[in-house]
């Protein structure tokens, strides 16, 4: 033992003073608590490592203060290491890990202080985080491991990184690291550089990082830029995901860069021909090939006749009679169909299709066939309030206007008329192919009766309505002839109210046609000049006799 030894020397050397002998036999020499010192180590026991102190005492390194943990590698005999005075009494002991941690805290203090990052390995997982070594034990919040969310974080266990420290307490020795931060502080100096080295109309390859409803985002390098689904394909994309996949590596263009906003639209679909640039020589009109309908609306079908060219066939352009309703039948989503090209509008892409028009028109045949005047049978379809379409044999519908129901009475309503599926005598008034349209009548099936009442015809009628500048008489149910207050007698009037009084309704009167405007209705009738007429008749009558009699004498006779 050390002590031994100091005993010995003493005993040899008698002339030392009390004062040395104490300072030998404590061994400590100019040591003091906590001071940190510069040692070899020259021994290793069960307890520890003997160190030398340059004195007469040795001093200890205890292994206890590792407990059951691995010892450093630096302790062995002969090297020299740096150590702390942590015990005075009896034999110095002396602390390696004390000076090592405080090194660590110092050397992770200083990184804090400087802003500056610092290697460290994760250790365990623990509630909310992990454990990393960075020299000393620091605690990264799950939020902080990667810059998206971690569910699993026992994979990062035993892996080396950069981190940022967060937070920093010595005297409660508590640290806090980031990875995220370093890795978001990366994308964005690697963002700002890439941005600013893209510009509009460069053509780049990119990874699908990420699809959404409406795109998908593509890393070009460090920033991401937005494929819109309407920039994939010249064609309509329903879904982008029936295009792309998540790591998928897609070459784009440039669109357009914000870099004010730090945003980036690409396109795949302009790296490739737009099938409307060559439409019109690809469809011209008159070809007849087959598509899919793609969508049904209420006024047509979009038919795909390749990808990404859809053309319009309009609910009319189906079929020549009951175009509607046959194409209801007809026409569904995702049928294929024979369409015929009847015109392309290449600057507003469009196309019009007409399944119709790959069969013979009708409408032609009509026109040859149905001459005005034609009398034909028909069968009522369908009535509505301006008139009724009538089924001709041909198959094809012409419409009887509701003017055209009757010459004489005022048709409200077509179906006080006619009713659906009722046979009718119709007569062909015009046939215009171009439109196809067919006007019919019933009225014109029989004579006009305003036409068999010319001027100087002798009618009798009863008065069926007084009004103040006249009264209407009913030739026959239906037709009504006016006489005017001026016409309604020969006798001269006191005044205009004993005018308005002669005609009353329902009198019987006789009178003679004076107008007859067919095509307005009217009918003006006059009592004066029927009783005018007679009157001269009669002088006419007695005129070529001797005795001719005077008027008064005449109609004395008369009555």
Same mark, same amino acid.
């Given at each position: 033992?050390?002590?031994?030894?100091?005993?010995?020397?003493?005993?040899?050397?008698?002339?030392?003073?009390?004062?040395?002998?104490?300072?030998?036999?404590?061994?400590?020499?100019?040591?003091? +608590?906590?001071?940190?010192? %510069?040692?070899?180590?020259?021994?290793?026991?069960?307890?520890?490592?003997?160190?030398?102190?340059?004195?007469?005492?040795?001093?200890?390194?205890?292994? /206890?203060?590792?407990?059951?943990?691995?010892?450093?590698?630096?302790? /062995?005999?002969?090297?020299?290491?740096?150590?702390?005075?942590?015990?005075?009494?009896? =034999?110095?002991? +002396?602390?390696?890990?004390?000076?090592? %941690?405080? $090194?660590?805290?110092?050397?992770?203090?200083?990184?804090?202080?400087?802003?500056? @990052? *610092?290697?460290?390995?994760?250790?365990?997982?623990?509630?909310?985080?992990?454990?990393?070594?960075?020299?000393?034990?620091?605690?990264?919040?799950?939020?902080?491991?990667?810059?998206?969310?971690?569910?699993?974080?026992?994979?990062?266990?035993?892996?080396?990184?950069? #981190?940022?420290?967060?937070?920093?307490?010595?005297?409660?020795?508590?640290?806090?690291?980031?990875?995220?931060?370093?890795?978001?502080?990366?994308?964005?100096?690697?963002?700002?550089?890439?941005?600013?080295?893209?510009?509009?109309?460069?053509?780049?390859?990119?990874?699908?990082?990420?699809?959404?409803?409406?795109?998908?985002?593509?890393? +070009?390098?460090?920033?991401?830029?937005?494929?819109?689904?309407?920039?994939?394909?010249?064609?309509?994309?329903?879904?982008?995901?029936?295009?792309?996949?998540?790591?998928?590596?897609?070459?784009? =263009?440039?669109?357009?860069?914000?870099?004010?906003?730090?945003?980036?639209?690409? $396109?795949?679909?302009?790296?490739?021909?737009?099938?409307?640039?060559?439409?019109?020589?690809?469809?011209?009109?008159?070809?007849?090939?087959?598509?899919?309908?793609? $969508? !049904?609306?209420?006024?047509?079908?979009?038919?795909?006749?390749?990808?990404? !060219?859809?053309?319009?066939? @309009?609910?009319?352009?189906?079929?020549?009679?009951?175009?509607?309703? %046959?194409?209801?039948?007809?026409?569904?989503?995702?049928?294929?169909?024979?369409?015929?090209?009847?015109?392309?509008?290449?600057?507003?892409?469009?196309?019009?299709? $007409?399944?119709?028009?790959?069969?013979?028109?009708?409408?032609?045949?009509?026109?040859?066939?149905?001459?005005?005047?034609?009398?034909?049978?028909? !069968? *009522?379809?369908?009535?509505?309030?301006?008139?009724? #379409?009538?089924?001709?044999?041909?198959?094809?519908?012409?419409?009887?206007? *509701?003017?055209? #129901?009757?010459?004489?009475?005022?048709?409200?309503?077509?179906?006080?008329?006619?009713?659906?599926?009722?046979?009718?005598?119709?007569? !062909?008034?015009?046939?215009?192919?171009?439109?196809?349209?067919?006007?019919?009548?019933?009225?014109?099936?029989?004579?006009?009766?305003?036409? /068999?009442?010319?001027?100087?015809?002798?009618?009798?009628?009863?008065?069926?309505?007084?009004?103040?500048?006249?009264?209407?008489?009913? *030739? %026959?149910?239906?037709?009504?002839?006016?006489?005017?207050?001026?016409?309604?007698?020969?006798?001269?009037?006191?005044?205009?109210?004993?005018? =308005?009084?002669?005609?009353?309704?329902?009198?019987?009167?006789?009178?003679?046609?004076?107008?007859?405007?067919?095509?307005?209705?009217?009918?003006?009738?006059?009592?004066?000049?029927?009783?005018?007429?007679?009157?001269?008749?009669?002088?006419?009558?007695?005129?070529? =006799?001797?005795?001719?009699?005077?008027?008064?004498?005449?109609?004395?006779?008369?009555?």
């Amino acid at each position: 033992m050390v002590l031994n030894k100091t005993i010995t020397n003493f005993e040899e050397n008698e002339d030392m003073s009390m004062a040395d002998l104490m300072k030998e036999y404590d061994g400590a020499g100019n040591l003091s +608590l906590g001071k940190e010192i %510069e040692v070899t180590i020259i021994e290793e026991n069960e307890d520890g490592f003997m160190v030398d102190l340059g004195m007469k005492s040795e001093g200890l390194i205890p292994k /206890k203060e590792y407990g059951e943990g691995v010892l450093p590698a630096e302790l /062995k005999v002969g090297n020299k290491v740096k150590v702390k005075v942590i015990n005075l009494h009896g =034999q110095p002991v +002396l602390s390696y890990r004390e000076v090592v %941690e405080k $090194s660590k805290w110092d050397n992770v203090e200083k990184a804090f202080n400087e802003g500056k @990052h *610092i290697h460290g390995t994760v250790l365990k997982a623990v509630k909310g985080g992990l454990i990393v070594d960075i020299g000393v034990d620091a605690f990264l919040h799950i939020s902080q491991i990667d810059t998206h969310f971690v569910s699993d974080t026992e994979k990062y266990i035993g892996k080396s990184y950069e #981190f940022a420290i967060t937070e920093f307490d010595r005297r409660a020795k508590k640290a806090a690291v980031s990875r995220k931060k370093i890795l978001e502080d990366e994308k964005s100096a690697k963002r700002e550089s890439v941005l600013n080295s893209i510009a509009e109309g460069q053509i780049l390859d990119g990874t699908v990082a990420r699809i959404t409803d409406f795109g998908a985002f593509i890393d +070009l390098g460090g920033i991401d830029g937005l494929l819109h689904i309407g920039e994939l394909a010249w064609h309509k994309v329903k879904k982008v995901d029936e295009i792309l996949h998540k790591g998928q590596t897609v070459r784009v =263009q440039v669109v357009k860069v914000d870099k004010t906003a730090g945003r980036i639209s690409l $396109s795949m679909k302009n790296l490739s021909p737009n099938p409307w640039d060559s439409a019109a020589e690809r469809f011209p009109i008159g070809l007849i090939m087959k598509g899919v309908v793609t $969508s !049904v609306t209420d006024y047509g079908a979009f038919v795909e006749l390749e990808p990404g !060219v859809e053309g319009l066939l @309009h609910a009319s352009e189906y079929a020549w009679n009951d175009s509607e309703g %046959e194409f209801k039948r007809g026409v569904k989503k995702g049928r294929e169909i024979e369409v015929k090209i009847i015109d392309v509008d290449k600057e507003g892409k469009k196309i019009s299709l $007409s399944v119709k028009k790959m069969q013979a028109n009708p409408w032609d045949e009509a026109y040859r066939h149905y001459a005005p005047g034609t009398m034909v049978k028909g !069968v *009522i379809q369908n009535i509505m309030p301006f008139g009724a #379409f009538v089924k001709l044999p041909e198959g094809i519908e012409g419409l009887i206007h *509701i003017s055209d #129901f009757s010459w004489t009475g005022r048709v409200k309503r077509p179906e006080d008329v006619v009713k659906k599926g009722q046979e009718v005598d119709v007569m !062909v008034l015009e046939v215009n192919p171009q439109n196809e349209k067919i006007s019919l009548s019933i009225k014109h099936t029989q004579p006009d009766p305003y036409k /068999k009442y010319k001027a100087g015809a002798i009618v009798k009628g009863k008065i069926v309505r007084v009004a103040e500048f006249g009264a209407f008489m009913e *030739i %026959e149910p239906g037709i009504e002839a006016l006489i005017k207050n001026s016409e309604a007698t020969s006798i001269k009037a006191a005044d205009r109210s004993q005018q =308005q009084q002669i005609l009353k309704e329902g009198d019987e009167v006789e009178a003679k046609i004076i107008k007859n405007d067919a095509r307005e209705r009217k009918i003006e009738a006059s009592v004066k000049k029927l009783e005018f007429d007679r009157e001269k008749e009669l002088v006419k009558k007695y005129a070529n =006799q001797d005795d001719t009699p005077t008027l008064g004498q005449i109609l004395t006779e008369e009555e």
